[in-house]
Every structure is written in C-alpha cells, then in structure tokens.
C-alpha cells in the first residue's frame, strides 16, 4: 500500500507551476496538524497491508519542521504499519537543504530525496523564478551524500528557451558529476493559471517551440541512455534500478491513500480529491469531515487510466488486465489500430504485453488516446 502527503506550501511561486500550494504560511502549523488527523480519519481507506513507500510531496515538504515532520510520522506509525524496507521520499528544494535539516530528515527515515533542481544554470532558475541558486542546487546533493541519504532523485526542467541545447547538456553533465541515481526530466510547459501562462496571454513571451522541445527531448533521452539511465517511464531515468517505488505503484495502478489539501486517493475502483484550499482543508478536518469529491470509476475510465500510465512505463499494458478492466471489449474494439500502430513501429508485443516502442514513445498520449474505449 501506498501513502501520499500533500504539503501546500511554498517560499515563492515558480513561473511554471500550477500545483496547488500556498506562499502564505501563517496557518502550516493548522494544516500539518490537519494532515495528522486526516491520517487517522482515513486509517480504513486502504486494505490492511503494510505500507510499502511514503511520499511527501508539495508545495515543499521540506519548509517543514523538525516536530512537524516528526508528528506527521508517528501519526503515520501508529495506525498503519509500515514496511521495514519501506520507500520513505520527500520533495525537496535546495535553499531548505542546509546540513542540520537533513540530518534530521536522516534521522527521521526518510530514506530518498526529490530534489527540485530544474536546471543548475542560473539566468534558467531566474527565468523560472526558483527561489535557490546554481550553487545551492549542487551544493545540497554533495551535503545529503555525505550525510548518508545516496539514495537521490532530481527533477530537471528541458525546453527552457535557449539559442542552442549546450545549457542541458551541461545540466545532464552535472547530474552524471554529482552521481545522481535517479532524474525526472519535464518539458516546460505553459499553464494558464501560471505567471508565465498570463504572460503568454499578453504576448509577453513566446509558446513553447515544439520543435525545439522534441529536440531537447530527444538529445535528453540519448545522452542519458549513453550515460546509464535507463528510460522507465517517459520522464523518469534510473541508474541501476533506483526507481521511483511510490511513483511505479501509480502507473501499475496500485491503490494509494493521498492526505492533504488537493491530495487524490484510489482505491482501484474510484478516485477521492481533496480541496484545493488550505483554509476549508483545516475547517472541514477540525469538524472530522474528509474534504473530498467522489469519482466512480467506470470500466471505460479504469480502462482508459491503465493504457494513460501504463503505456509511458516500461512494463507496458497487459493484455489480459485490459480485458479484464473493459470487460472484455478492447481487443476486438482495438485490433485493427493496435496492428496499425504495429506497422508505424509506434508499439511492439510480446505475448502478454504491449509496449510503446522509441518512436512510439514521441507520441505516447496521442497513441493512448487513440486506444481509448468510450
Ligand atoms: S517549489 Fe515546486 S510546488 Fe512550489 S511553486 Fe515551485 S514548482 Fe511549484
């Protein structure tokens, strides 16, 4: 079983991002004591079995306290029972990541870090309005190291406006220098709800090039190949096996409880969301009422969720769970595009999975769309 933390605060507001999170923490304290007690509102949610990886994610988990921290976990300790290899992760920024913080973190088992890099050049963290700096960014890999924590994520940002492709280039030579297990690489991408989305609506940038990102994407994808990373999923490279264990149970579509404003839960056959709003978070909490909205899920919408995720992973989709979840409609739906897409060398077979073959993998939504069954 899986468990995800929703931590909603943040030190400045990233150009980029839409995830919910707030820049105002006068109440982190109200909504971290709310998480606890949605943590035990929800102790029933999941099947009984131990908890296999714990996420913190945000916003920034790592603006939060030492007791913070600590009451989070031993909430969390005390109604579930947790794997003793359990995968403990927390996102991390790296003007948070000063030696004593993660050695509490150290000391509190967490066990792997996701550190918000995005680029270790420094006019591309301005741009995207990081609130840390180049140096920080390396300085914070080498002090977790040394601390024990090798067990380390770091999520680069590619597509970043640029007259040629030397700057990511020079990123990925500084994650192969720091020795880095695992990288999450995203295209930018311009949301409406964003600083950068508003400005794009007073053409005060440029869209996204697409031709430059599919470059960008594809010098990424072989320069990490020739360097040892294994593509396991569209955006995620691991040396070595290092995956994401808590991100891997999402795609193979594992049940997870989410707690925390704005955090989704699934329990196979329906999604949970809660409130994107930390001040109704709390309200609701305190009077024991869970925030969220309810979403069954039909075999079509379970169908279509499994070909979404599954597809980008290296495991691919198998047959037979298709036909299972669709109540045995997709393959005689489907056969003619699946050979289609054979022919393209978009996707390949075995006998019991489909995969997204390299190409395929350029083209990764529009072919799980193509699949879809109503
Ligand atoms: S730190 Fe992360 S969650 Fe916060 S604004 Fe930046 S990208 Fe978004």
Not at 98 to 123: C, D, T, V, W
Not at 201 to 228: C, M, R, S, W
């Amino acid at each position: 079983m899986h468990l995800y933390l929703h931590i909603p605060f943040c030190r400045q507001a990233c150009h980029y991002c839409d995830f919910h999170f707030s820049t105002n923490i006068s109440n982190k304290r109200a909504v971290v004591e709310a998480i606890a007690s949605e943590i035990i509102l929800r102790k029933d949610y999941l099947p009984k079995a131990d908890i296999e990886t714990i996420y913190f994610g945000g916003g920034t988990p790592s603006m939060l306290e030492e007791a913070e921290l600590h009451l989070l976990l031993n909430t969390i300790n005390k109604h579930f029972s947790i794997a003793g290899n359990a995968e403990i992760s927390l996102e991390a920024n790296p003007d948070d990541l000063e030696k004593e913080k993660l050695r509490q973190f150290y000391n509190a088992g967490i066990n792997r870090l996701s550190i918000g890099i995005q680029s270790f050049h420094e006019p591309h963290l301005q741009f995207l309005n990081r609130v840390h700096s180049a140096y920080e960014g390396e300085h914070c890999v080498r002090t977790a190291q040394e601390i024990g924590i090798n067990n380390i994520s770091i999520d680069l940002i590619y597509a970043i406006p640029a007259p040629d492709h030397s700057i990511l280039m020079q990123d990925m030579q500084k994650a192969f220098a720091l020795d880095i297990a695992h990288i999450s690489a995203y295209c930018l991408t311009i949301e409406p709800q964003t600083a950068f989305g508003s400005w794009l609506k007073k053409n005060k940038i440029k869209p996204i090039d697409e031709e430059y990102a599919a470059q960008q994407f594809e010098i990424l994808v072989k320069t990490l190949a020739d360097n040892g990373y294994e593509q396991y999923e569209i955006s995620n490279f691991a040396r070595e096996e290092h995956y994401s264990l808590h991100n891997s149970s999402y795609w193979k579509q594992r049940p997870y409880l989410g707690v925390g404003p704005s955090a989704h839960s699934y329990n196979g056959t329906s999604r949970e969301y809660n409130v994107s709003n930390n001040a109704r978070y709390v309200e609701a909490i305190q009077k024991q009422i869970i925030p969220a909205t309810l979403e069954t899920l039909s075999p079509a919408d379970q169908t279509n969720e499994y070909l979404l995720t599954g597809l980008r992973t290296k495991w691919g989709v198998n047959k037979e769970k298709l036909e299972m979840l669709s109540g045995r409609s997709f393959f005689p739906a489907h056969q003619v595009d699946l050979e289609k897409l054979k022919e393209k060398n978009w996707i390949r077979e075995d006998p019991e999975n489909w995969y997204l073959t390299d190409m395929g993998k350029l083209f990764a939504d529009r072919i799980s769309s193509d699949l879809f069954i109503d």
